[in-house]
């Protein structure tokens, strides 16, 4: 059986509980474990370590794991923690964040694995659980006495669990080794030694089952004498399960020189062969029996016993199972290893159904182990019916093997013969026979078996269908059709809800390939229809990736009439997850009404964490893309109104900046019309990286016509267009005439670019009737710069200098306070710079304000001139008047404080 062979190890050894002890050996038997089972000479695990997690963490593992196992999987868990038992007296695992008295909500309840095993789809499962009272996850588990698995190389299934102890027992961890080094449990060093060493393969195969690793850690406890009994239960147990193999191989076994000799005399003895007689005229020579002569003669009539049916079957019928097993070693000894088959096949077909048995075991433990194998396949296939039945009905004929027998008989013998096979074996032997029919037969011979069959023997077989790959499924289902049982089909069908997104497209091939085309249509309809969000966006990008687009199709076509909110998840999903396969989910969502996507978009605004804002921008953007159709303008005009969002009709507008500019003018106005102005204004600028005749044809169609508020929206935008853009401007208002917003445009381009706009607008063809006054306006602002420019410095002097001369006139005047009241020379002084420095800071204040203003420059300046000179001339005699009597006020005030005080 081929398949992926998957390892999940958890182990849990600290815990934030106090009541739990922090366990030694978890950690490190999971390093062994993983190094064992992940080594490709011994397990070849794929293996998934899970270390300390929580109960949360461990869970997510389990089920991500179980749930992506196929059919033919082989899938292993093992557990190593602390094992709780709860007042009901049921198991729970212990997480890293496990409280004792909160098992419930923070332990992980071993029901709960089992029913996700159940559900796991892996036809081979082995549970290892390695803590206290494990025994407790099987109710009745097995111990050692009570085990009988039967074996088959590689080729067994069924679910297997091995567990450290009973359930009322302890599992136990090793000491410490030399006082430093850690050991790890009993229980799992004991399965590491034994696959590491190879020393479980017990029968010397190359192979170590799940029994031999059974029987292997069980001897091993007992021999160190750990307190705790390991136990092994297995449920629908079929065949023998390869755990690993032995890295050393088949051990030689060593056997005296004369072993071969005494082999071969023994099967000459029952043979009942004897040396023939020698012709001669005179009297008989003595034959010698002993010696050279003596085993040619043995050997020669050996062969002869082998070439004659009758006299071997003669000796494999009636003589003892003993002797039956020595022929076919002497067989194997005499080097006819390649007729030993040939042999087991007789012995099958004409020993007596009550030897049978004994001589399985009698060849499995031998030193051909796989001779027992060769004896189970023949019965299996040619045995007479009844005889298969009597054997396989009672465990003391046939204890070990029987699964295999019924298992080959299933697989090979003509449908007349399994349904009555199945209806004369014991209830589970006959599901058996079933659910291996179900694996392996072709479609036809599925539905010749259901026709009279009854509906227990329908779902064992249908359980065996279920264990095949996906594709297969489709020849069954169209068998099913052809002989009329649609009940059936559908019910075949109906497992599409437990597959993965992977074995659905595998299904839907299936179908198609067996002419089943409809049922595949059925089967992505109710996908589209019913899966849940994320896997219908998953199941969309795997048929797109695949180039499936008339299933895609079929998909879509269903997912149309989802609510809302599952669009919503579907697009979340398919841009995240799948974004080179996003487009069909994209187109889905676009074909929405414009309600329906404005409440789609408003749910995708940036809000949140920084990585919902990036994932939900990354979606925006893309359903945007995939909206902002050309040819469909209206619609978008309607969902702007719809949206009404600043962000979502800003994005929209960004998107629609890059298609013809027919669109952009009817989207630009539909923007005005509705208010979003800044919107409108961030869509024309976006236009800037157009080519130059773009531009110009832009400009017309936007100034032909417009309303007032497009037209301060035009003139906005286009006025911080680049340089070599600025004549497409001018070119296209000039082309309709619409001179107004040429000198709309003109004053709001910033003056300090009207230089550059002088030069560009002289470049352009037929528009030379504006250069002059563009000429003049240049100017006047460069006129205006450079006076706008030495006013500013004029003004910072002026108040500098004021300043300096109020400190003088304030120190003139302490002077006199302190000084000679008389007025002199200082008083004059002051009175002479106060003059200057208010007439100028006077003047400079009238300068400010007049040549902010436009106009004849020469005459309003000879103006100011005058009548600044009259005004700094009377407010120099006032202030240099006034400054006298402060100070003689000052030195009355002075001398009246100095008489009184």
């Not at 082309?735 to 550059?756: E, G, S």
């Not at 000179?869 to 000052?890: F, Q």
Request: charge should be negative; charged fraction near 20%; include cysteine.
């Amino acid at each position: 059986m081929d398949g992926r062979r998957l390892a999940l190890v958890v182990a849990t050894s600290d815990y934030q509980d106090t009541e739990l002890r922090r366990l030694r050996a978890p950690a490190q038997d999971a390093a062994e474990l993983v190094e064992v089972l992940g080594d490709a000479t011994i397990g070849g695990f794929t293996v998934t370590p899970v270390l300390d997690g929580t109960k949360r963490d461990v869970e997510i593992a389990l089920e991500t794991f179980l749930t992506a196992c196929r059919p033919d999987d082989f899938a292993l868990v093992y557990l190593s923690c602390h094992g709780l038992l709860d007042a009901r007296g049921q198991l729970w695992f212990a997480a890293g964040d496990t409280f004792k008295n909160l098992l419930g909500a923070t332990a992980v309840e071993a029901q709960w694995l089992q029913k996700r095993l159940e559900n796991c789809r892996a036809t081979r499962q082995i549970v290892l659980l390695d803590c206290c009272f494990s025994g407790a996850y099987v109710k009745g588990g097995k111990g050692a006495a009570d085990v009988g698995v039967e074996t088959l190389h590689g080729g067994g299934r069924g679910h297997v669990v091995l567990t450290a102890s009973r359930a009322t027992e302890y599992s136990y961890e090793g000491e410490p080794v030399d006082g430093g080094a850690l050991a790890g449990s009993v229980f799992t060093t004991a399965l590491v030694h034994g696959l590491r060493t190879g020393e479980a393969d017990l029968d010397n195969d190359g192979v170590i089952t799940t029994d031999e690793a059974y029987d292997y850690v069980n001897g091993y406890l007992r021999a160190v004498g750990a307190n705790q009994t390991p136990t092994h239960t297995v449920v629908g147990g079929v065949g023998r399960i390869q755990l690993a193999r032995s890295p050393v191989g088949v051990r030689p076994v060593v056997v005296p020189a004369q072993s071969t000799v005494q082999v071969v005399a023994e099967a000459a003895e029952i043979m009942a062969v004897a040396p023939a007689p020698v012709a001669a005229s005179g009297p008989a020579p003595v034959i010698p029996v002993d010696g050279p002569a003596g085993e040619l003669a043995t050997l020669r009539a050996i062969r002869r016993v082998l070439d004659d049916p009758a006299a071997l079957e003669t000796v494999l019928r009636e003589r003892p199972v003993a002797d039956v097993v020595k022929v076919i070693a002497a067989v194997r000894a005499t080097g006819l290893a390649g007729r030993a088959a040939d042999v087991l096949r007789v012995a099958a077909a004409v020993r007596p159904v009550d030897d049978i048995g004994a001589l399985v075991g009698a060849t499995r433990g031998g030193s051909h182990p796989a001779d027992a194998d060769v004896l189970l396949a023949a019965i299996g296939t040619s045995r007479q019916l009844t005889d298969v039945v009597r054997l396989c009905s009672d465990p003391e004929r046939l204890d070990v093997g029987a699964d295999i027998v019924l298992g080959l008989a299933a697989r090979t013998r003509p449908v007349t013969e399994v349904r009555p096979l199945a209806r004369l074996l014991p209830l589970e032997r006959g599901q058996y026979v079933l659910h291996e029919f179900g694996k392996v037969r072709s479609g036809a011979e599925i539905a010749e078996l259901f026709a009279g069959a009854s509906s227990a023997a329908v779902l064992s077989v249908l359980d065996g269908v279920r264990r095949r790959p996906a594709a297969e499924f489709g020849v069954v289902v169209k068998a099913l059709r052809d002989a009329g049982d649609d009940v059936t089909a559908d019910r075949v069908l109906g497992w599409v809800d437990a597959l993965p997104v992977g074995e659905i497209v595998e299904l839907v091939d299936g179908l198609r390939a067996a002419g089943a085309g409809d049922d595949a249509d059925t089967v992505l309809q109710w996908a589209g229809w019913r899966l849940r969000p994320p896997l219908v966006a998953a199941l969309i990008a795997a048929l797109h990736a695949a180039g499936h687009t008339e299933s895609v199709g079929a998909v879509v076509r269903a997912a149309e009439s989802r609510p809302l909110d599952d669009l919503y998840e579907m697009l979340r999903a398919a841009v995240s997850t799948h974004a080179d396969h996003s487009g069909p989910v994209l187109e889905l969502a676009a074909r929405r009404s414009p309600d329906e996507l404005a409440t789609l978009l408003k749910r995708l605004e940036p809000t949140g964490s920084r990585g919902f804002v990036e994932a939900r921008t990354r979606t925006a953007n893309a359903l945007v893309a995939t909206v902002a159709q050309p040819n469909e303008i209206e619609r978008l005009l309607a969902l702007m109104q719809a949206a009404g969002s600043a962000p979502v009709v800003a994005r929209l507008a960004t998107t629609v900046a890059a298609a013809p500019v027919e669109t952009v003018n009817r989207f630009v106005r539909g923007l005005v019309d509705a208010g979003h102005t800044d919107a409108a204004t961030g869509m024309i600028r976006e236009a800037a990286d157009r080519p130059w005749g773009e531009i110009a044809n832009l400009v017309a169609a936007l100034a032909t016509d417009p309303p007032e508020a497009l037209v301060e929206v035009l003139v906005t935008a286009t006025a911080r267009f680049p340089q070599d853009k600025l004549s497409a401007v001018l070119a296209g208002l000039y082309r309709v005439n619409a001179m107004t917003i040429v000198d709309h445009f003109l004053h709001a381009v910033p003056v300090v670019r009207w230089h550059q706009v002088a030069p560009v607008a002289g470049q352009t063809p037929g528009y030379a009737i504006r250069m002059h006054e563009l000429r003049n306006r240049a100017a006047a602002a460069w006129r205006s710069g450079r006076r706008k420019a030495f006013l500013r410095w004029v003004a910072v002097g002026t108040g500098i200098v004021a300043l300096a001369a109020a400190t003088l006139f304030l120190a003139a005047s302490v002077t006199r306070v302190f000084g000679d009241t008389r007025f002199g020379a200082g008083d004059w002084a002051a009175w002479g710079i106060t003059t200057l420095i208010a007439g100028l800071f006077i003047w400079g204040i009238v300068a400010i304000i007049v040549n902010v203003t436009e106009g004849s420059d020469g005459e309003v300046i000879g103006v100011v001139t005058v009548w600044v000179t009259l005004a700094a001339a009377v407010a120099g005699v006032v202030l240099g008047r006034l400054a006298p009597p402060i100070a003689a006020a000052a030195t009355h005030v002075r001398d009246w404080l100095a008489w009184n005080f």
